[in-house]
């Protein structure tokens, strides 16, 4: 016994929530209020009525039984206080009952609905960790940085005796000041977030039961998480800050190369996982196993970035011969972008998982929409179908031909009637996806007129006075029909569509007389032509268009057009999320970009001011920055498009394999839209380091040491 809902009737009696009333029970009930609906899932669309008992057991035609029983305690009793002896008092009675508390019945209505498995939750975190990852980059490239621009100043301190571990010890110190800071704000910015979004949804009458919970744990895990992520990734600047000798400045420490050892462990590691990984993906994807894909996936994306020091640089460096017809500041910025591999290839893979994961998600939901127009063709043959009868009982008749027509955004309709019987089923499932005719073993043919034909999706069926379209499946090459004044043989030609119905052509069906007198098959159906041009939204309110149009039930109308929409728009909502949730990695990356193009102008000041001598512009020197800011996001961005369209098609024949054939769908205007976003704001981050560069006269830039 719990009570569900807390909203109370607005003026109506309270007692216990009773089902529809009996048609043939004529109790006459007083209306004394209106209440809101329930918010309880298990109640969305079910009539509620509020009556006290004896009202309810005169609807009903006998005594009211009770599915739920709500209790309300008495003051200062608490519910943990209560439970027990409830339990003790229901269990006493011999009733099979379970007495929960509010908070345990929403908690086990949760778990009924989402089968036990928060799902949006795991999502949820993945993202997160993405974003963790990205972040830790440019964090270490933010304190390699600040390490850069504090080179003199560390190289005093150890002049003046300082230590390593004093000097490494601050790097940390000012991490962890940085660290719990802006975990402090994250988590504000988090919680302030959520309290719009669920106050936005409150304004919604269906979720103003949205509510804000900010458990104490998810608080401590997210502040340790960001604490601890600073502080490993300052852990490298930190070290490097040690290197620092009296009267020396920072240098670039050397990459991970295939000439030195860390470059040989690297690509010995990736190597391995990346081939376990791209085993484990291909076995995945041709068996229809998403458990083997995804690590699969994981393993072999580990791999590349680890391997990512061996072929971005590389890359980038081809690719900066394309601005060889840019001049000096052209071929300068090749150079320049890949001065520093490590740095360069650490840019680059913060951007790379980005820009990876927002095409996988692109290209598996152009290839799911693919997969799923291939099933639901395979299933229905026309846009939309309505069958029969009307809610009065009458089936579908030449009037509701027009009424259909009159509908927004119906291009073509057809009503197909039944012709005939024969003996079946011919293939499998055909008795079933047509409904039988009176009498053991008869299935039903429908007759087809040309505007019906034009209907099929399946642009390769050809009906004539001597075929019948079939269904998927069916053996038989000839099939005998029979009708109220005759029987006929048909050659049979097989749809590619498993539930298509028996048909012959009108003129056939008028030959043979119509159905037999014997036989009860189902009544007429009404095809539907729709408009291409709809949108999802549009095809989705076609069924309650339709439904009102014909009084029919919405149940009776389907269609592939309809369950396309349903589709779409799912796909659609879930895009939309994942990308603006991997908007913010890719957002964190490009300010790795900028961070990595104002340390390559801090180390190369005194080269910078050498050119500007040399009769070098401010201009020049600015699109020598967008340059090598391009070139770097650039190559990150297009490895990243191609990875995310390979991982994208894997992803969708592991999970959508056992519905048939899934063929790649690359989405290109939207893969270009990413690179052009990715190139563009590469542009727009060079723009403050370039500033900077800019601004400093030749001669105070060669006077720095």
């Not at 009733?95 to 928060?118: C, E, F, M, P």
């Not at 230590?163 to 110190?173: D, K």
């Not at 302030?192 to 104490?216: D, E, I, K």
């Not at 048909?490 to 028996?502: A, L, Q, R, T």
Request: net charge positive; proline share 5%.
């Amino acid at each position: 016994a719990a009570p569900a809902d807390k909203a109370k009737p607005s003026g109506a009696a309270t007692g216990t929530p009773a089902g529809a009333p009996s048609s043939s029970a004529g109790t006459a009930v007083t209306l004394v209020g209106i209440s809101a609906p329930s918010h309880d899932p298990y109640l969305a669309g079910s009539p509620q009525i509020y009556a006290g008992t004896p009202q309810v057991s005169a609807l009903l035609g006998g005594q009211a039984t009770y599915s739920t029983i709500q209790l309300k305690l008495k003051p200062g009793v608490s519910a943990g206080q209560a439970l027990p002896e409830l339990a003790k008092s229901v269990s006493a009675s011999g009733a099979a009952a379970t007495v929960r508390t509010a908070d345990q019945q929403t908690t086990a209505a949760v778990q009924r609905l989402s089968g036990g498995r928060d799902v949006l939750t795991i999502v949820l975190l993945a993202f997160a960790a993405i974003a963790v990852l990205v972040s830790a980059l440019v964090i270490a490239n933010t304190f390699a940085v600040l390490v850069a621009q504090r080179v003199r100043e560390l190289a005093l301190l150890r002049c003046l005796g300082a230590a390593r571990g004093q000097i490494r010890n601050s790097v940390l110190l000012e991490a962890l000041v940085v660290g719990v800071l802006a975990s402090l704000l994250g988590l504000a910015l988090a919680v302030g977030v959520m309290a719009a979004l669920v106050g936005w949804a409150r304004t919604n009458p269906q979720s103003q039961f949205a509510t804000l919970a900010v458990p104490p744990s998810a608080l401590l895990i997210g502040f340790a998480a960001g604490v601890l992520m600073t502080l490993l990734a300052a852990l490298v600047p930190a070290r490097g800050a040690t290197r620092v000798a009296p009267l020396a400045a920072l240098r670039p420490v050397d990459g991970a190369t295939v000439g030195n050892r860390k470059g040989v462990l690297r690509l010995v590691v990736g190597g391995l996982a990346l081939l376990v990984g791209v085993l484990l993906l291909v076995v995945g994807a041709g068996s229809n196993q998403l458990l083997l894909s995804l690590p699969g996936g994981a393993l072999s994306f580990l791999g590349l970035l680890l391997c990512a020091t061996l072929f971005i640089p590389p890359l980038v460096s081809s690719v900066g011969k394309l601005a060889g017809p840019l001049g000096v500041p052209g071929k300068l910025a090749s150079l320049n972008a890949v001065r520093n591999p490590g740095r360069t290839t650490a840019t680059a893979t913060a951007l790379l998982i980005g820009v990876t994961l927002v095409s996988m998600m692109m290209t598996g939901a152009a290839t799911a929409r693919s997969a799923f127009d291939n099933a639901l063709d395979r299933k229905f043959p026309v846009d939309v179908s309505v069958t029969g009868p009307h809610t009065n009982g009458q089936g579908l008749a030449a009037a509701d031909v027009a009424a259909a027509r009159a509908v927004p955004g119906i291009t073509g309709t057809a009503l197909v009637q039944p012709a005939g019987t024969f003996a079946g089923p011919a293939g499998a499932g055909n008795a079933a996806a047509t409904g039988s005719a009176a009498g053991a073993g008869l299935d039903t043919v429908y007759s087809l007129d040309r505007s019906a034909v034009a209907m099929i999706r399946d642009k390769s069926a050809k009906l004539d006075n001597s075929t019948i379209l079939m269904p998927k499946g069916t053996t038989d090459r000839t099939i005998a029909v029979k009708g109220q004044a005759s029987q006929k043989d048909f050659s049979v030609v097989v749809m590619d569509s498993d539930s298509f119905p028996p048909s012959i052509s009108s003129d056939a069906a008028q030959l043979l007389g119509g159905m037999p007198t014997a036989a009860s098959a189902p009544g007429p159906s009404l095809w539907l032509a729709v408009d291409v041009k709809l949108s999802s939204q549009q095809q989705l309110d076609l069924r309650s268009s339709l439904a009102k149009a014909l009084n029919v039930d919405e149940a009776q109308v389907g269609g592939a057009s309809i369950e396309r929409a349903t589709f779409n728009q799912i796909i659609d909502v879930l895009l939309l999320v994942v990308t603006a949730l991997l908007a913010v990695a890719v957002l964190i990356a490009l300010i790795g970009v900028a961070n990595t193009l104002s340390l390559s102008v801090l180390e190369r000041t005194r080269e910078s001011s050498l050119l500007r001598a040399l009769g070098l512009t401010r201009g020049q020197l600015r699109g020598m920055l967008a340059v090598e800011a391009v070139l770097i996001a650039g190559v990150a961005a297009l490895s990243g498009a191609v990875l995310g369209v390979f991982y994208g098609w894997a992803g969708a024949k592991s999970a959508l394999g056992v519905m048939g054939a899934v063929v790649p769908a690359v989405p290109w205007l939207q893969l270009l839209a990413v690179l052009a976003v990715a190139v563009l704001a590469g542009l727009l981050a060079s723009v403050l380091p370039a500033r900077r560069a800019a601004r400093l006269s030749p001669v105070a830039g060669l006077a720095t040491e």
